[in-house]
């Protein structure tokens, strides 16, 4: 609601009003109706929501929220190190480490998420050649591993 | 039959039957797994299949949307958790079976009735294009930005109880598409001079993150639970002379799948609720209905198959998709060049056909694989949740990424990931964001282009689609606001009958101010009354 509030009121700084141009056809028109639907409609959720005092089991529900986040930022180091490492040992690292960190520990659940991260990348990379470009480390590979390990790993 | 001819040739195509069979597998196996929706495997596969040529792309994921339903039907009728969102029906009766030792008979009849649900909407459609063929040229600017408003419309009515916050969320979603650089005026839209908003936020990205990387988050953030699935023995042929039997129940939920399918933003759901509702009104057994009934199972089984080609019409016809998954295929077409809506089914009608054709091949090619593969497909049912989100996460970043190769896209993705979460928490739809996106897109485009030779009011609905239109849109809002007041009624009248004190905001403050004016009152009265003895010297 705030963050509908506050993008409502630049409207008028991060929009421009064009001369000679219908109300409709207006560049500012269609931003300025979304965010209207937003803050008008979620302000009336927001008025029609029982009220009452934040308990303990919200508290439980803002630790859910911040487990969600840990996931995130997993996916944002693997994003990270993708461009420095190569693809497939950051997907294999990723899925060792996660599913370690998941409590999957036994070397069979570890091996088999070694062989999905594996799987994903010939699949993606080699098969349907999806553009991820090598890592950096690639380039210290002699000529023609080198190459192979940019274009298909 | 020329016609005919020409798309068989379009499919005659190695590309294309490799495509029909890894979309038509993959889709029974994403369904069978709980957790992970077509929406997931869509959302992923999407940027992938860009490179491929529009009909490669377009089977994968018409393969994926069709087929993930069979398999869907799997674990709701065996361990009575839906694979799907749309086979949650299946489980009313299709788990009771199971109970009493009919699994396999379960099984047989949702397959055979989704099979035919597929493939009688499939005929349907085949059978109806050249009546669409002629209808759609109908259909100039105005008309489009008129359905993709009802579409818009219907999305958020559809919503019940939650109408207010699926507009506000939709509105966000109209907000998000605007950002960038506006393509008419040039003119620089909420980019705060930042040069990653520039281009726009890309929908794929929105997509993965609310659809694949939030429900990573859900599946690593819940429990890993114990499945015990029971034994399969015998064949599987016994559902299709069941369905036999009950050729009404089927053709009627058919028919109700295909209807609903085409009006955009209604899709599955209400099309089972009126299948399963009549099954079980003109059923001579209805109190059966919930406890394992046959014909409960294929009213629901027949009617959310048939809809993902319906679901097809207005998406082709009109270039307006009518729910997430369509939404999601129209970006393959935009990305080729290839615009639906009227022109396409003038100028290329035999790519229509064929991917109709596309799609009655898959419904075969599933049946075939079901009934011999559906033993070992058991066991995917009891891959941890963990461990598949591990995976969902894994295959979201080659999504996102090979995009365009970009950190930002990532971090967006994962913004989105988080709205998507929170939003899955609080049981709030993420479906109205994307359509809209999509639909606001669509909308300002069309507006912009109808509105030029306007020159009154009246004249944006002086032709009759747009008038048709425009008192559908009146009807939907009229029948919605109508509802909205019943169900305040009987909530009030409940509200009166508990003698609960309402926990509203409003009615909160409104009782302080009461009481506060009370003690005031009597507190004044009191020295009001003394004061008046004083005077009088009663007392």
Not at chain 2, 332 to 343: A, C, I, K, M, T
């Amino acid at each position: 609601m705030v963050f509908g509030l506050i993008l409502l009121a630049q409207t008028p700084t991060q929009t421009r009003w064009v001369a000679k141009t219908g109300f409709f056809a207006q560049p500012r028109f269609w931003p300025a109706v979304g965010l209207m639907a937003l803050v008008g409609l979620g302000g009336l959720h927001l008025a029609k929501l029982p009220w009452r005092r934040f308990t303990g089991a919200d508290w439980v529900e803002v630790r859910k929220w911040a487990a969600a986040l840990e996931y995130a930022i997993w996916f944002m180091a693997y994003v990270l190190v993708v461009p420095v490492i190569g693809y497939l040992p950051a997907s294999i690292l990723f899925a060792a480490t996660l599913s370690w960190r998941l409590g999957y520990r036994t070397t069979r659940m570890i091996a088999v998420s070694i062989l999905f991260a594996i799987a994903t990348v010939i699949v993606f990379k080699s098969f349907l050649s999806v553009k991820i470009p090598g890592g950096m480390i690639y380039e210290y590979l002699p000529g023609a591993v080198r190459s192979f390990f940019i274009l298909n790993l | 039959m020329d016609l005919l001819l020409s798309s068989l040739e379009i499919l005659a195509r190695w590309d294309v039957i490799l495509a029909l069979l890894v979309g038509s597998i993959g889709g029974v196996l994403i369904g069978a797994i709980p957790g992970v929706g077509p929406a997931v495997a869509i959302a992923i596969l999407l940027p992938a299949t860009f490179s491929m040529d529009p009909i490669v792309g377009l089977t994968v994921l018409l393969g994926i949307y069709g087929s993930s339903m069979y398999g869907g039907s799997i674990p709701a009728v065996l361990i009575n958790t839906p694979g799907t969102a749309v086979n949650a029906l299946t489980t009313y009766d299709g788990y009771p079976m199971t109970a009493r030792g009919e699994p396999r008979r379960a099984l047989s009849l949702a397959y055979s009735s989704s099979f035919f649900g597929g493939i009688f909407s499939v005929v349907c459609l085949i059978l109806f294009a050249p009546v669409l063929a002629k209808v759609a040229p109908l259909f100039g600017s105005r008309e489009i930005f008129l359905a993709a408003l009802l579409g818009i419309i219907l999305v958020i009515v559809a919503h019940r109880g939650q109408s207010l916050i699926a507009g506000a969320l939709a509105g966000f979603g109209i907000f998000i598409q605007t950002i960038g650089l506006e393509p008419v005026k040039y003119s620089k839209r909420f980019t705060f001079d930042q040069a990653f908003l520039s281009s726009g936020i890309d929908l794929i990205v929105v997509v993965l993150g609310l659809f694949a990387l939030s429900q990573a988050f859900v599946l690593l953030t819940s429990e890993d639970e114990k499945i015990r699935t029971t034994r399969l023995r015998g064949g599987l042929f016994q559902g299709f002379r069941e369905l036999a039997r009950h050729p009404r129940v089927a053709a009627v939920s058919a028919s109700f799948g295909v209807l609903m399918g085409m009006i955009p933003g209604v899709g599955e759901f209400t099309a089972q609720f009126l299948s399963y509702t009549y099954a079980q009104k003109t059923s001579k057994r209805p109190q059966d209905f919930g406890h394992g009934s046959s014909e409960g199972l294929i009213a629901s089984e027949t009617s959310n198959n048939a809809v993902p080609a319906a679901a097809m019409v207005p998406l082709l016809a009109l270039g307006i998709p009518g729910e997430a998954l369509t939404a999601m295929m129209l970006s393959v077409f935009y990305v080729h060049n290839v615009v639906p809506g009227p022109g396409l089914f003038q100028n290329q009608m035999d790519f229509i056909v064929a991917l109709y054709l596309a799609l009655l091949i898959l419904n075969v090619l599933v049946v075939l694989f079901l009934l011999v593969a559906t033993r070992p497909l058991i066991s995917v049912v009891k891959i941890p949740n963990r461990f598949l989100g591990l995976c969902v996460l894994t295959l979201s970043f080659v999504g996102v990424y090979s995009l365009r190769n970009s950190v930002t896209d990532c971090v967006l993705a994962a913004v989105f990931g988080m709205i998507g979460y929170v939003l899955k928490r609080l049981s709030l739809p993420v479906v109205p964001i994307i359509l809209g996106m999509v639909l606001g897109g669509i909308m300002e485009v069309k507006l912009r282009a109808g509105m030029a030779r306007v020159k009154e009011p009246f004249d944006f609905i002086d032709r009759p689609v747009a008038m048709i239109l425009f008192l559908v849109i009146v009807a939907v809002l009229i029948v919605h606001a109508r509802s909205v007041w019943l169900d305040r009624k009987s909530l009030k009248e409940a509200e009166w009958q508990t003698k609960h004190r309402s926990t509203r905001f409003g009615a909160l403050l409104f009782r302080r101010k009461s009481s506060l004016s009370k003690a005031r009152g009597r507190q004044v009265k009191a020295r009001h009354s003394t004061s008046y003895r004083r005077s009088t010297g009663r007392g």
